[in-house]
T-cell receptor
């Protein structure tokens, strides 16, 4: 079965630096990969979607890459701000059943 | 746009009580709604998928008689936890996908319900 690995340890980054989060998966390549932000006690909020035939996607200070050879997606936040502190979840959408499979998320802490 | 409202945000009740959680899409029609359960520092666990006007599809290991789902309209789905026990305590989150959107489109989430059974 498909498994997703996200760094379970919190990532501490100095304000203004680029934060990079990793999402690794096993087995089949998903058709789509999505990144969400989740704040404590809140539901996830959609950020970016990238298709398997896309290498990179950008939205303002956010950038997502998708490497089907490495079975990995990287999520970058440039010029990070304390307000970017949250847990970031990656989710894979499988072509076979269109079901989302979720990672456990990585907690990002941006220090002022 | 694409706002999903979930109520209540927090419930504390005695063991044996049944609890109903509502999930509403406020500014769009949701053909499909999803119910998740989330434990601390763990991934979202899909419990069931509900389509308007039809029976919900439950994931393996989820008791359909325990977690009753109703999706009577394009803007409302409810999850009822029947005869709740302490082990049912968790964070329950609903999400919705807009009518006419492809399965690859993102889901829009409510803010979750923290259920605590004493």
């Amino acid at each position: 079965s498909q498994k997703i690995e996200q760094n379970s340890e919190a990532l501490n980054i100095q304000e203004g630096k680029t934060a990079t989060l990793t999402c690794n998966y096993t087995n089949y390549s998903p058709a789509y990969l999505q990144w969400y932000r989740q704040d404590p006690g809140r539901g996830p909020v959609f950020l970016l979607l990238i298709r398997e035939n896309e290498k990179e996607k950008r939205k303002e200070r956010l950038k997502v890459t998708f490497d089907t050879t490495l079975k990995q997606s990287l999520f970058h936040i440039t010029a990070s701000q304390p307000a970017d502190s949250a847990t970031y979840l990656c989710a894979l959408l499988m072509d076979s059943n269109y079901q989302l499979i979720w990672g456990a998320g990585t907690k990002l802490i941006i220090k002022p | 746009g694409a706002v999903v409202s979930q109520h209540p945000s927090r419930v504390i009740c005695k063991s044996g009580t049944s609890v109903k959680i509502e999930c509403r899409s406020l500014d769009f029609q949701a053909t499909t709604m999803f119910w998740y359960r989330q434990f601390p520092k763990q991934s979202l666990m899909l419990m069931a998928t509900s389509n308007e006007g039809s029976k919900a599809t439950y994931e393996q290991g989820v008791e359909k008689d325990k977690f009753l789902i109703n999706h009577a309209s394009l803007t409302l789905s409810t999850l009822t936890v029947t005869s709740a026990h302490p082990e049912d305590s968790s964070f329950y989150i609903c999400s919705a996908r807009g009518q006419g959107t492809y399965s690859n489109q993102p889901q829009h989430f409510g803010d979750g319900t923290r259920l605590s059974i004493l």
